[in-house]
């Protein structure tokens, strides 16, 4: 049973990352994504269908309520969201049923040219050992020491989350004393602890497991696969790529001293969703807009590029200033380099995730000065003329 509980939750960082990314990526022609950028696309896409429908859901139960909690909203969730993830599989087997068939091949392709370049050149072997070693160690610690890393911000998503499976309810419950409903509107506008609610029901496992034992080791991984992507952006000569990786994982080693530090948050609390952000959403994003910007205007990258955005946007919403500081920090840069303007569609995809957060933080918490007022409000709504209570209350 607990091998089964596993696989589930495994799919959702192996099998349907590569899934969505692919369908998201498959008409590029030109200038393809790499196998990297195309998993983590897909990853940020999973995210971001999440968000979608979580959004959608949570506004659904605010507005159905009145004056009982309104509950069921995270079940719906959760079966709306598989639902959706099943089917766009299927449409994946078929629409690239070439490609998996032809998956097996690449791997050994790529591992003879590895083992090739280890035979021409014995120093790059002795890096890539090297590296291996060094993140073993780190994946070590993060399984052995985030089990004992507690901090404030573990009620924002352990208890959260378990609030949300322990009531049925999406961003719903004061954190406190159990209090139904009650949110902040920086928290109900968030997916990335209903995510993770929603990881420990299809697994089974519980949530602090989830935070604390699984989700440091898979994410850890995650990070330093956009760490080698970037290695790859900067460096020609694949020696150099893993002597990067060596000086970067030694930095994050020894940089570990400050609960605010970045490295901590790799290292000490990747489960957190302002970590997520900042060591692995935010690097990716901003070498991928780099690759983007350099070639000529692609339709089929605006896509990839939402879905990052939206994925990234439904982590915390800190992503709403460092991923406008990181998208338009990146367009500038690339428009003084080519000395004129570059193209304005791209940086109105990547910054899609920011004007969604910021469209429905303004509607929540419209919505929520409603439900507290009893004077004014800005939406027509009671219990007399809503829809599910004539059809369903």
Request: net charge positive; aromatic share 18%; proline share 2%.
């Amino acid at each position: 049973m607990i091998i089964i509980r596993a696989i589930a939750f495994l799919l959702h960082f192996t099998i349907i990352p590569v899934a969505l990314g692919r369908l998201i990526t498959y008409k590029q022609t030109d200038n393809k994504d790499s196998a990297i950028a195309t998993y983590i696309i897909g990853l940020f896409g999973s995210f971001a269908i999440f968000y979608v429908l979580c959004s959608l859901l949570e506004w659904h139960q605010y507005w159905n309520t009145f004056t009982e909690p309104f509950t069921g909203c995270f079940t719906a969730l959760c079966i709306a969201y598989s639902v959706v993830i099943a089917i766009l599989l299927i449409v994946w087997m078929v629409k690239d049923k070439t490609a998996i068939k032809a998956s097996i091949g690449n791997i050994k392709k790529w591992l003879s040219e590895k083992l090739n370049q280890i035979k021409a050149n014995k120093f790059l072997g002795i890096y890539m050992i090297a590296f291996a070693a060094i993140l073993i160690v780190q994946l070590y610690f993060a399984f052995a020491y985030e089990i004992n890393e507690w901090s404030y911000d573990d009620y924002d998503y352990v208890v959260n989350s378990q609030d949300t499976i322990t009531t049925d309810t999406i961003a719903y419950v004061n954190y406190v004393n159990g209090e139904m409903p009650y949110t902040a509107e920086k928290r109900a506008v968030t997916a990335w602890p209903t995510y993770i609610a929603y990881l420990a029901r299809v697994s089974g496992f519980e949530v602090t497991t989830v935070c604390h034992t699984i989700l440091p080791v898979i994410l850890l991984i995650v990070a330093y696969m956009v760490y080698y992507y970037i290695s790859r952006f900067i460096f020609v000569d694949i020696e150099k790529q893993f002597i990067f990786l060596i000086f970067l994982s030694m930095t994050n080693i020894f940089g570990l001293y400050s609960h605010h530090a970045s490295t901590f948050r790799l290292l000490g609390a990747i489960w957190q969703g302002k970590a997520v952000l900042t060591t692995i959403a935010i690097p990716f994003f901003t070498i991928y807009l780099f690759e983007t910007y350099k070639n000529k205007f692609n339709r089929h990258k605006v896509m990839g590029i939402i879905m990052v955005s939206l994925g990234a946007a439904s982590l915390t919403t800190m992503s709403a200033l460092l991923l406008s500081i990181a998208s338009v920090s990146v367009w500038i840069a690339m428009s003084l380099y080519n000395r004129k303007i570059v193209d304005l569609r791209y940086l109105i995809a990547s910054l899609f995730g920011v004007i969604y957060l910021m469209i429905f933080y303004l509607l929540m918490s419209i919505l929520i000065d409603d439900m507290q007022s009893d004077n004014k409000t800005f939406f027509k709504r009671g219990k007399d003329i809503n829809w599910w209570y004539r059809w369903f209350g």
